[in-house]
């Protein structure tokens, strides 16, 4: 995208019902997952989505909600992390500053479409900062997370604009996967091609990082 | 790199069948569409649903088109890395691995394209001839940067080819092959030490767009990728 804003001008007319329970119940089942375990979020979280209207803004939230993980995990990452070189702290900061523009974007694009942006969740890392080491392993699962949670996600997306916005995002999470990889000396593109994740995949890899 | 970094450069048997597993829906829609085409006008007519044949091939050809133009920039890329590991001049062995992983990579890339166009009643178009010399005979500086920046072409073809594929599988597969072309594209911009990039575009960076990627027009790369085609 040109602008870190989606534009589509004809679809800010279209109104999108039932957003503020559609927000709620995402949001209450991330936290209940973290409660209570991976397949009890997975559950509640199918039948949230197959009680509610689906469509372009849950799949936004639902890539909002990785974004607002991305970025206070790069955030708290560049205050807390011990003994990172020069190279590798620019790299967090840029990191960072990428998945604020994707949140930013995010909220905005839901806005544009007449959604209501979910609620920034609750994080915990755990030992995640405790060591370079700890906290380059961390950010490698979830680069490669956010890229397959995209490519899982974008074959749903109905409207043409939002997809565009989507690849213009998962491709910066591609190149971000594989600069942490280069970092941690691993191979930067392990596969010829990329995983594509569903959304219980996904709730399950990212259960540890949420409170509520 | 690390001998373990290396292991895990083997093969991964899992992401070729994830592949085809993706386009498992595209030969059904091959078959539907051969079975409309011979159903013909009168038919649809009597069913009450005229569109739908006319509908279903048109979006089959036109992700036909998409393939075929991934294709030629696959066989490019494939081509390259090939005459790159032929010539020997990569000496570093973390270089060298990785060439030789990106170009076995492409051509994973240029046989699915190719059995997927064959899976949709398409005809895979012919490897372009191509014209690499002049960039190898500048030496190896030249061959990394020339394969930085095919390699963001090659990312920003495929983002640029997102909202033009009608089928869900098909766009599936792009995807995952989109994706990995970035993760090629990052690395070797920061092998050839190019930064993140200035965020305000064009094909040199490891985030050359900063953090919202730009997508290319056909006719913009194909001007790009002249000067290496015969």
């Known amino acids: 995208m040109a602008s870190s804003r989606l534009v589509a001008p004809e679809l800010a007319t279209i109104k999108v019902h039932g957003l503020t329970r559609e927000a709620f119940l995402m949001r209450s089942t991330l936290a209940a997952g973290a409660a209570y375990g991976a397949l009890s979020a997975t559950g509640l979280i199918s039948s949230a989505l197959a009680e509610t209207s689906g469509g372009d803004v849950d799949i936004l939230n639902y890539a909002l909600t990785l974004e607002f993980l991305e970025t206070e995990f790069y955030t708290q990452a560049a205050k807390r992390v011990k003994g990172l070189a020069k190279d590798e702290s620019d790299l967090t900061k840029e990191l960072r500053d990428n998945e604020a523009a994707h949140v930013d974007a995010l909220t905005a694009t839901i806005k544009d479409l007449g959604g209501k942006p979910v609620a920034k969740p609750t994080f915990a890392f755990g030992g995640a900062f405790g060591s370079r080491m700890a906290y380059l392993k961390t950010a490698n699962v979830l680069e490669d997370t956010g890229v397959s949670a995209y490519n899982g996600a974008a074959p749903m997306i109905k409207s043409t604009d939002v997809l565009a916005a989507a690849g213009g995002i998962v491709q910066i999470e591609a190149r971000h996967a594989a600069l942490i990889r280069l970092v ?10 990329d995983a594509a994740s569903d959304m219980d995949e996904i709730l399950k890899a990212v259960k540890p990082f949420i409170k509520a | 790199m690390t001998d373990s970094a290396l292991r895990e450069l083997a093969d991964d048997p899992s992401s070729r069948k994830r592949f085809f597993k993706m386009l498992g829906g595209a030969g059904a829609v091959s078959a539907a569409t051969a079975f409309l085409a011979a159903c013909g006008d009168d038919e649809d007519k009597a069913a009450g649903k005229p569109p739908a044949a006319a509908e279903v091939m048109d979006n089959n050809n036109s992700d036909l088109k998409v393939l075929n133009y991934a294709l030629t920039l696959e066989f490019l890329e494939a081509d390259f890395y090939k005459r790159v590991i032929a010539s020997g001049m990569v000496k570093d062995a973390k270089v060298a691995s990785i060439a ?3 170009g076995q990579t492409e051509q994973e890339h240029v046989e699915a394209l190719t059995a ?3 899976k949709l009643g398409g005809t895979p178009v012919k490897a372009p001839k191509t014209n690499f010399q002049p960039t190898l005979d500048k030496g190896l500086m030249e061959v990394l940067n020339t394969a930085a920046t095919v390699e963001n072409l090659g990312a920003a073809a495929y983002l640029g080819q997102a909202g033009n594929i009608k089928s869900k599988e098909v766009l599936a597969a792009a995807l995952s092959i989109h994706s990995v072309e970035a993760r090629h594209a990052a690395a070797l911009n920061t092998l050839v030490g190019r930064g993140f990039g200035d965020g305000k575009g064009g094909l040199e960076g490891s985030l050359p767009d900063g953090a919202f990627a730009k997508p ?8 790009a990728v002249k000067p290496f085609l015969a």
């Not at chain 1, 941690?184 to 091609?193: I, K, T, Y």
């Not at chain 2, 290319?216 to 001007?223: D, Q, T």
């Open chain 2, 100 to 102: 030789k992983k990106f």
């Open chain 2, 116 to 118: 997927t166009i064959k």
């Open chain 1, 184 to 193: 941690r000396n691993r191979p930067p593109a392990p596969r010829a091609f």
């Open chain 2, 216 to 223: 290319m027009s056909e006719a913009a790369v194909l001007k």
